[in-house]
T-cell receptor, first 115, second 109 residues
């Protein structure tokens, strides 16, 4: 079984709709992250959480919100989707205990298309 | 902000050696990562460097020079399955990873 799972894997929606992307992990990691990837732009950090009570904005948080429901679950919401939010979204986790190494492990991604 | 620069694409022959470069300018430095990403799939961790020098892991090696803001990933004995994008990511002082745009490597027979 995969350590980091994302649902749904693909989603097509319309402008103005509310969308939730979910991430679950069985790695026992405290830290979780949401990134988006666009062609030619690389991975950009949206939000991150270092434990259940901690939420932090990344470089591109406008138009997004998150919820850390438990150590293992971190959800990303688009309150009112717009076409330029069409992208590949990745969740990642890290254990936060290995100093600066703190390697991040990525889920399989959610391909979101906003029409 | 952070600036991570990688060339966009290169083609190499099966069995050859390819070097992928990454230059960076960041606010502080707490390490550099290399990830491999096949098209449409998740990035997977390859290597981590925080001190100057070469780290070797099988067919893959990664080099870091902190004074030059430079790293490279060396792929030896190229295989078709090595066709992928290779992402350089730097951890600056704020500890939030900053990714480069990735370098697409195409391996041909």
């Amino acid at each position: 079984d995969a350590d980091v799972t994302q649902t749904p894997r693909n989603r097509i929606t319309k402008t103005g709709k509310r969308i939730m992307l979910e991430c679950s992990q069985t790695k026992g990691h405290d830290r979780m992250y949401w990134y988006r990837q666009d062609p030619g732009l690389g991975l950009r950090l949206i939000y991150y959480s270092f434990d259940v009570k901690d939420i932090n904005k990344g470089e591109i948080s406008d138009g997004y919100s998150v919820s850390r429901q438990a150590q293992a679950k971190f959800s990303l919401s688009l309150e009112s989707a717009i076409p330029n939010q069409t992208a590949l979204y990745f969740c990642a986790t890290s254990d936060g205990t290995s100093g600066y190494t703190d390697t991040q492990y990525f889920g399989p991604g959610t391909r979101l298309t906003v029409l | 902000g952070q600036n991570i620069d990688q060339p966009t694409e290169m083609t190499a022959t099966e069995g050859a050696i390819v070097q992928i470069n990454c230059t960076y300018q960041t606010s502080g430095f707490n390490g550099l990562f290399w990830y491999q990403q096949h098209a449409g799939e998740a990035p997977t961790f390859l290597s981590y460097n925080v001190l100057d020098g070469l780290e070797e892991k099988g067919r893959f090696s990664s080099f870091l020079s902190r004074s030059k803001g430079y790293s490279y990933l060396l792929l030896k004995e190229l295989q078709m399955k090595d066709s992928a994008s290779y992402l350089c990511a730097v951890r600056p002082r704020n500890n939030r990873l900053a990714f480069g745009k990735g370098n697409q490597v195409v391996v041909i027979p």
